[in-house]
């Protein structure tokens, strides 16, 4: 395993590029990245297994939504330094449900492939959310609000974040059970308007959750002094 490692070209990069292909049609189907460990676990399962920079971790391709990917073939470039994989897609690669990630044409902005499988029971409304809001980063500003909050810039997203999370104490203080709900997901949706804006993933949120259950608030608290 080592052998095959090390004709990955590491000194260049960390993350591995990596062209992922449909096996059977030659489709290209989406882009992603491998570190060392990720392209092991590949090459050990034969299911794809890629690095998140969002998420800042590993994770297996279908984790959440079942769509995995089986891996039929890797094949290094000659600068040994991006890789080629042919994989039979189970379900659909792009997060949108459509069969592929390179649906829309640089020119004209125009879609050109069908959504095939509503996703957002396999990701859940927060995962869903977030990547919308990524998706409307390049939006017209006049078409969406997230699009022209993003347009707006930094100070203009955390002021929404502060508005709402002040309108949501106000309801709680008043005892206002619709309002508070009505709010939190105003600030929500708000807080992932920041994050996505820099690109972070709640996923990596979840993560910092779990890390907190096995520890107690106070060491918590503690262990950020150090």
């Known amino acids: 395993?080592?052998?095959?490692?090390?004709?990955?070209?590491?000194?260049?990069q960390e993350l591995l590029p990596v062209i992922v292909q449909d096996a059977t049609s030659s489709d290209v189907l989406m882009m992603a990245y491998m570190n060392r460990e990720a392209l092991s676990l590949s090459l050990?399962?034969?299911?794809?297994?890629?690095?998140?920079?969002?998420?800042?971790?590993?994770?297996?391709k279908g984790e959440s939504s079942g769509h995995t990917q089986e891996i039929q073939s890797f094949n290094i470039d000659c600068?040994?330094?991006?890789?080629?994989?042919?994989?039979?897609?189970n379900g659909v690669a792009c997060h949108t449900g459509r069969k592929s990630c390179f649906f829309t044409e640089l020119e004209s902005g125009e879609v050109n492939s069908e959504v095939e499988?509503?996703?957002?029971?396999?990701?859940?409304v927060i995962d869903t959310l977030y990547h919308t809001i990524q998706e409307r980063k390049n939006?017209?500003?006049?078409?969406?609000?997230?699009?022209?909050l993003l347009s707006k810039g930094e100070n203009t997203i955390l002021?929404?974040?502060?508005?709402?999370?002040?309108e949501y104490c106000?309801?709680?203080?008043?005892?206002?059970?619709?309002?508070?709900?009505?709010?939190?997901?105003?600030?929500?949706?708000?807080?992932?308007?920041?994050?996505?804006?820099?690109?972070?993933?709640?996923?990596?949120?979840?993560?910092?959750l779990a890390r907190r259950f096995d520890m107690s608030g106070i060491a918590e608290k503690n262990s950020r002094k150090d």
């Open 1 to 12: 395993m080592e052998e095959i490692l090390n004709r990955v070209d590491w000194h260049k």
């Open 44 to 60: 050990q399962t034969k299911i794809a297994h890629y690095f998140s920079r969002s998420k800042g971790r590993i994770w297996k």
């Open 79 to 89: 600068d040994n330094d991006t890789l080629l994989i042919k994989v039979k897609q």
């Open 117 to 124: 499988i509503n996703t957002q029971h396999a990701y859940g």
């Open 139 to 148: 939006a017209d500003p006049s078409t969406s609000w997230t699009a022209k």
């Open 159 to 166: 002021k929404k974040v502060v508005e709402e999370a002040g």
């Open 170 to 208: 106000f309801a709680h203080k008043d005892n206002d059970e619709a309002e508070m709900v009505y709010e939190a997901a105003d600030l929500t949706y708000h807080m992932l308007v920041a994050l996505a804006s820099k690109n972070i993933s709640p996923d990596r949120i979840k993560q910092e």
